[in-house]
């Protein structure tokens, strides 16, 4: 999902629908501060040393309406950067990559029957696996919220 979604290899369609709702969602979204993100738009929340991570704001916006969300398996092994999930919507599918490495402990389960909590509450209920990180520090080379407000603007440009 970096550089807005893989926009360069999203449809057409998606790439107009993206860009057109952008400024909107720019002005409005807020990101919470306890979590860290990554370029391509998944965030991660360290509570010890399990992360719970989910899409953000602007990647749920940009998806739309999202219908189905592939989980990993729990006591599978995630890398930073690489999929871990995926989820689909009315218009696309999206790879959800680990903002960090570690062992999935946890699925949103509420996630097979409302996908959409992701477009509701995308920081919140909407969250989609938990991680035991192997190394807690690794959350360091996440970015906080005000760096991450500043690379959607850029990508926006």
Do not use: C
């Not at 991570?53 to 890398?79: C, K, R, W, Y």
């Not at 990559?97 to 909590?117: F, I, K, T, W």
């Amino acid at each position: 999902m970096s550089a807005l979604l893989r926009a360069a290899r999203a449809p057409p369609s998606l790439r107009a629908r993206a860009l057109a709702v952008l400024p909107r969602f720019l002005s409005a979204a807020s990101y919470p501060s306890d979590r860290k993100y990554k370029a391509s738009h998944e965030w991660a929340k360290l509570d010890g040393d399990v992360a719970t991570v989910g899409i953000t704001d602007h990647a749920q916006a940009a998806l739309g309406d999202i219908v189905f969300a592939d989980l990993p398996e729990v006591g599978s092994e995630a890398s930073a950067g690489e999929r871990a999930a995926t989820v689909e919507s009315v218009k696309a599918a999206a790879d959800i990559y680990a903002p960090l490495s570690g062992e999935v402990v946890g699925v949103n389960d509420s996630l097979d029957d409302s996908p959409d909590l992701i477009n509701k509450t995308p920081h919140d209920d909407g969250w989609i696996f938990r991680i035991k990180v192997n190394d807690p520090a690794q959350i360091d080379a996440l970015m906080d919220s005000a760096d991450y407000e500043k690379t959607i603007a850029e990508e926006a440009e």
